[in-house]
């Protein structure tokens, strides 16, 4: 995998070189943010390890290293926030061939290390910059598993990260269901290249009042040609405040959708 240019001027698009290069691993077991737990201790096979034989024929998949990991994400740290710039949150990745998520998962992680209780408090604030992490983060792939893989790990990841950080306080129930909410309009199941015209995502914009305006579009959308009568994008036209997005799972067209449900 390697990061290209992109025609959005904040996106990274981390693509495969071969399916070859996505990571092959599962854990089934159901996870939420909060206090719970994923079910699982199954761990991550080691490096250079495959789930099946077969999954190797039918998809060429294998374990992706973390120090690959690494050295294509450090290509692009620019993109992360830093000890300078701990506000660089909500720069967007689109990874159109994501296996299992040790792509997305580290780059969550890099994201999440730079909010903390300490510099947003324990509240909203907190909360929404933790969603803008996770809503600027998106991942494509063909296999089923692999995308319910994906997802279990960022919450593990959400999970870890709010223990860490907030010890025995829980996350308010708003942004547990606004976090799932993103989980399911970020991590897709779809084959990048047979089904890039048909590919809808969500665009979070960030807001004031840990609120989100909502753009819907296609993948390919930069590179269709316009036409004269072609539909506008799906979008908001009040903001959204966060623990209200599972309330509102279509473009709110009032304003009606700002106060807290949390």
């Keep these: 995998m390697r990061p290209v240019a992109s025609?959005?001027?904040?996106?990274?698009e981390l693509h495969g070189l071969s399916r070859a290069l996505q990571a092959g691993v599962r854990d089934p077991a159901p996870a939420a943010f909060g206090r719970l737990r994923l079910a699982s201790d199954e761990r991550r096979p080691e490096a250079g390890q495959i789930r099946?034989?077969?999954?190797?024929?039918?998809?060429?998949?294998?374990?992706?290293?973390?120090?690959?990991?690494?050295a294509m994400l450090g290509l692009v740290a620019g993109m992360f926030p830093s000890a300078a710039d701990p506000g660089n949150i909500g720069r967007t990745f689109l990874e159109p061939a994501c296996g299992s998520g040790n792509f997305l998962e580290e780059i969550l992680r890099r994201k999440l290390a730079f909010v903390t209780a300490q510099r947003y408090g324990c509240g909203e604030r907190y909360e929404h910059r933790i969603l803008r992490c996770l809503s600027s983060i998106y991942g494509?792939?063909?296999?089923?598993?692999?995308?319910?893989?994906?997802?279990?790990?960022?919450?593990?990841l959400v999970n870890a990260h709010l223990d860490g950080d907030l010890e025995s306080?829980?996350?308010?129930a708003g942004f547990v269901s606004a976090a799932e909410v993103v989980l399911e309009t970020n991590i897709v199941q779809a084959d990048a290249l047979a089904d890039?015209?048909?590919?809808?995502l969500v665009e979070y914009q960030s807001r004031p009042g840990a609120t989100f305006i909502r753009e819907w579009s296609f993948v390919d959308a930069d590179q269709r040609t316009p036409e004269l009568?072609?539909?506008?994008?799906?979008?908001?036209?009040?903001?959204?405040?966060?623990?209200l997005?599972?309330?509102?799972?279509?473009?709110?067209?009032?304003?009606?959708?700002?106060?807290?449900?949390?």
């Design 169 to 172: 306080a829980p996350a308010s």
């Design 140 to 156: 494509i792939d063909i296999s089923a598993d692999n995308v319910a893989e994906s997802r279990n790990r960022l919450r593990a």
């Design 52 to 70: 099946s034989r077969e999954r190797v024929r039918d998809l060429g998949e294998v374990y992706t290293h973390q120090r690959e990991v690494d």
């Design 245 to 262: 997005l599972s309330a509102y799972p279509d473009p709110v067209t009032a304003p009606n959708a700002q106060g807290s449900a949390a």
């Design 196 to 200: 890039v015209s048909t590919i809808e």
């Design 7 to 12: 025609s959005h001027p904040h996106r990274v």
């Design 229 to 243: 009568f072609s539909p506008a994008p799906r979008r908001d036209k009040a903001p959204v405040h966060y623990s």
